[in-house]
């Protein structure tokens, strides 16, 4: 099991109580979640670059902020997860992590692939405009279309996405390229 985050803190304290059931059950098996995501601390794009260049394999509790369970949702559809808020108390903690310990050993064979949205050739051209810096005009008059027509698209993936603002679209668009860059090396 790998825990993933920056808040070294946070992520001790969740290894030893992992270490602390291990030893309550006898030291037996080890089925755990496949990752554990800590986002205290970190930004939209920090935490949309860390779930692309590490996905879930199998199981997977997210310890964010709870206004990211519904990207998380979206973005891992299908995935055996466990979201929870940063700020549980350590015995729900202890809780949420025996109840994924109990569905990791009764599903141990690891079945999850993420299936990140896909991109039109259309809208990959507008992404990568967008995080050069045009504007809405200088896109349409690049694609030879008018701002509404882009305006349309680029709702549309903001729909399509379930991002609640350009920043968060752009931060998700990056972190899909780079994730994708480490699954093709």
Avoid: W
């Avoid at 059931?21 to 205290?40: D, H, K, M």
């Avoid at 108390?89 to 692939?113: K, P």
């Avoid at 991109?119 to 050069?132: C, S």
């Amino acid at each position: 099991m790998t825990v993933y985050g920056k808040d070294r803190f946070y992520i001790y304290g969740i290894e030893k109580i992992l270490n602390q059931l291990y030893q309550e059950r006898g030291g037996g098996s080890r089925a755990t979640p496949s990752c554990i995501y800590v986002t205290s601390g970190m930004d939209i794009v920090e935490i949309y670059a860390l779930y692309f260049s590490h996905p879930p394999v199998h199981h997977a509790i997210f310890i964010t902020d709870e206004r990211h369970f519904e990207a998380i949702n979206r973005l891992f559809p299908g995935l055996i997860k466990l979201s929870l808020a940063e700020n549980l108390g350590v015995e729900e903690l202890r809780q949420a992590l025996t109840i994924m310990l109990l569905l990791a050993e009764q599903n141990q064979r690891a079945g999850y692939r993420a299936a990140p949205f896909k991109f039109t050739a259309a809208e990959q051209q507008i992404m990568r405009l967008l995080l050069r810096g045009h504007s809405l005009e200088e896109i349409a008059r690049i694609r030879g279309v008018s701002p509404t027509t882009v305006s349309v698209q680029r709702n549309g993936l903001m729909k399509r996405t379930g991002t609640k603002s350009l920043l968060e679209l752009c931060s998700l668009y990056s972190a899909m390229r780079i994730g994708q860059r480490h699954a093709n090396t």
